[in-house]
Structures are given as structure tokens and as C-alpha cells.
């Protein structure tokens, strides 16, 4: 997966990436909005598709329906997993994937997502499905420490 930097602000730390590929003959096309504070990164999802460009630049509810199909919506899937992995995390912070919908068509798509760990919430005054992720190598560093102990204590 290919990701490119569109758009970055370096006061306000919002940084804009994107990411696309083409299924029968539509283009898919995934943004992700970074925005970054002291204490955290959130990763906002939008994606759009269509043959044209006046559809593809439109992230909400639109007359236009591509047709992808699955192939498309696990590639979508698999862009929002691995952005968190390809931007990185050298300081250690929380870092969220964050998504918003435009129907509840997309909702009911979206809360599939629960079962990869995501969970409905209230942000900002609208509900917003998230996930939390953990740092593999902080993870595996405390996963080597409950070990050890778990080992020295028999």
C-alpha cells in the first residue's frame, strides 16, 4: 500500500494522507486526516469512489454507487488497518483510527468494525466509531516483563 503526504500543517500538527486503486473500473480512493496533540494521534477515515472525478471528491452520501464490490471494501479494510503502522509512533503516544459516517447504510457497514476491536462513541457531539492502538513494541516489551516475573516467581 502506497500512501502519499497531500497536505501538512506544521502548527496545528494536521497532516493529510491518501492512498487509492482502481476496481471495475472505479477508483477508490482513502484519505486519512492526522491530527496530532501532546497526548494522542487521531487517524480520521474517509473514503469515496467513482469513475469521474466530481464523484470521487465528494466524502459523503452521493447518488452516484460504485461498483467494487468486496475486493474494493477489503482494501478499503486493509488501508485503515496498516496507516497506523506505516506512520508510526516514535513518541510513544495513544493513537486512535477514527471514522464518521454519512448514512446509516455506512453505519451498519462500520459497526462490523466492532469486531476488530472498534467501539461506538460520542465525540465532538456526533457518534464516531474508534480504536484504540497499542504500540507492538511497548506491548511486546511489557509482555516480556509479565513473563519474566511469571517465570521467577515458579
Known sequence: MEWQLK???RE???ELYV???EFNGDTYVVLISVYKTLKADRFWVAVSSGKKRKHI???EDKDYKS?????ALMYVKEAVFNFPEFYGNPFNKKQYTCIHWADSRRRDIYSRL????????????QKNIKKK??????????CKIKINNYENKR
Do not use: A, P
Not at 461498483?67 to 475486493?71: F, I, N, R, S
Not at 466492532?114 to 457531539?125: A, D, L, Q, R
Open 7 to 9: 497536505e501538512r500543517d
Open 12 to 14: 496545528s500538527g494536521y
Open 19 to 21: 492512498t487509492s486503486k
Open 57 to 59: 471528491d465528494i466524502f
Open 67 to 71: 461498483k467494487g464490490g468486496m475486493k
Open 114 to 125: 466492532e469486531k476488530y476491536g472498534f467501539t461506538f462513541v460520542f465525540e465532538g457531539g
Open 133 to 142: 492502538f497499542v504500540n507492538v513494541k511497548i506491548f511486546l516489551y511489557i
